[in-house]
């Protein structure tokens, strides 16, 4: 009897180091509730900006690590085993990221506070009395954080830690964009418009937003013009900051979960981009009629009748791609979620600097559904040939099967809801890209060079994201390469690079991961012989939630499944 009581210990042991864990996240970050969908009075908070608070917080996750070492995994079943591996690269993720301060630098338009604000607005509960309570206390909250940022942003500009131009330049731009609205079409005054009928709530977030949140947003903007802009960053790359390398060193194993150097992941960046130009070019040699792949791509970028004319059309074509990936899906998994994935166009207020569509997850219980944004400004920028392959990718079998599917596990809640395992999650994307390919899922060979030129633009982020950081390239030596590789238009190519630029090591996880799962599945195929099932091997991935690399490595090797 003696070994199922050290079982049910360690498992014990395990479930309150992972509710600890996930509790110290909720209560770093309040936010995080919101985005789930969870009630209670962390959506009348904002995240503590003050330097104390970060170092409290690393000091709680450092004592959970040396919590998750006295776990003996040995008596454990093996989705515990993995639930304590993913708990230890959790932590050791946050810790590692947090070494690099980012609060002390980081300008970015994609998360900023003048994108995130607007985010919560969309996603803030108002349906009671109590709710409305907490978003005014949120809101009251507001110019005190930015208060706080700016006042960060400062500090770390006096130790030589400071942004690249470009990213001010275009945070600066959002800001102003936000602060001329005016108070009442304001997003900060879009929960106003849910709470239908308490007019005396309006009239007090309105008073907020206008009194309070508006002048904080004058203040935030002006210590980025006055103090930040002046001493921002012309070498783009983060090594050019003091710590820099070994920040980026870190942030490549953060988001890859592999111990790969900088020049390796490089190197592997060419040889892709090389591989896949052939794919290309052979389209273009049977479907187009030219060996010369260069001139195709610009071709492909300046052609008017491969670009959308109108905002109505590019939502159109979303739609229309993901309701046919859908018919296929049950021929690809035996498992689909609950709820079905819902197109949206993004918001106005981001589009400008935004991707060309993103997936935003829904909520476990059902009440907010996992949504494919779609961005439709400037329409003729928008190329016809990547719309289907971008829909496949974003929404199914995409980022929507993965994350829609890990939330109706039966797993610890950071891992139902966390937001880590880059090259797992944007791998698993990224690899039903090609997916769609062998089901046969494009409507023709214009599409499929889509797909490559996809498939091209992750492998260039290997090389231009290792170049930026590592290599000491310019923003627009990166730019020139990806003009060069991928037929998208230059403004995508631009937002692309500058995105690269805010974020280090991110878009490294992307190819990263689909090499690392296409392996898998072969090896398994050459392992398994007959007995290998493409449905079942897409449920065996998909079915332990996001897991780093090397266990999914574990999880696959050990796979035997029964004859049928």
Known sequence: MAAPSL??????????????YWQATLDRYPERATLNGFPGERNGRLTDLRPAAFEAHDT???ELLRGTAEVDPAPLPAAARTDLAMLQAGISNELAGAACHRELWEVNQQSGP??????LAELQPVATPEDRERLLQRWKAIPAYLDQAAANLALGRDSGLVAPRINVERVLAQLDRLIAAPADSSPLMAPAARARGDAAFAGQLRSVVADEIIPALRRYRAVLKDQILPSARADVGISALPGGTACYRSLIRVHTSLDLGADEIHGIGLEAVSGIRQEMLAIARHHFGTSNLDSLIEALRTDPRQAFTSRQEVFNAAVAATRRMEQKLPTLFGRLPRRRLVVERMPRYQEADAPSGYYFPGTPDGSRPG????????PPSRPRFTAEVLAFHEGVPGHHLQIALAQELALPDFRRYGDGQTAYVEGWALYTERLADEAGVYSGEVSRLGMLAFQSWRACRLVVDTGIHALGWSRQEAIDYLLRNVPLSRLDIENEVDRYIADPAQALGYLLGEREILRLREAARLRLGTRFDLRQFHDLVLGSGPVTLPILDSITTRWNPQPR
């Open 7 to 20: 079982a049910v210990a360690q498992q014990a042991r395990l479930d309150r180091l992972a509710a600890d």
């Open 60 to 62: 709680r996750l450092r």
């Open 114 to 119: 003048q994108v995130a604000l607007p985010t």
């Open 371 to 378: 949504r494919y944004l779609i961005n439709t400004y400037n």
